[in-house]
């Protein structure tokens, strides 16, 4: 299961209802992704830093 899929299926469970509850759903979400993960992001989308 790549990184968005295994991120954007949490996300149904944590249905927020205030802003407040989004952004803490979205912080331990980003605690899923990995250093690897998103260096392996970044190379899908052909991103060059330089």
Known sequence: MTQVNRTSSNLP?????????????????????????CINMFIAVEYDPE
């Open 13 to 37: 469970d944590k249905a927020a209802r205030t802003i407040d509850t989004l952004w803490s759903a979205i912080g331990r979400l980003t605690d899923l992704i990995t250093p690897t993960d």
